[in-house]
């Protein structure tokens, strides 16, 4: 589990948008990009050509459920 000070220090490293802990991945808030960071063994993998672009229906729930939206 990712720790909430580790959270508030990590950023998207596309567009510096902050991002929110949806299970074993981190969501940006960006509404453009809508880029999901996977977690393994705890670690973040922040590569943006490793990153999955989310579909908006897809990022808006989950903006809804962190309420981020």
Known sequence: MISK??????CCPKTKAEL????EFLVST???T???YRIEE???VM????????????WQQIM???GTS
Do not use: F, Y
């Not at 000070?5 to 990590?10: G, M, N, R, Y």
């Not at 929110?20 to 299970?23: A, Q």
């Open 30 to 32: 960006d509404s453009e």
């Open 47 to 58: 590569l943006v050509e490793e990153a999955e672009e989310l579909s908006v229906e897809e």
């Open 64 to 66: 809804e459920k962190h």
């Open 20 to 23: 929110v802990l949806d299970g």
């Open 5 to 10: 000070d580790l959270l508030d220090i990590l």
């Open 42 to 44: 705890n670690i973040p």
């Open 34 to 36: 809508r880029l999901r």
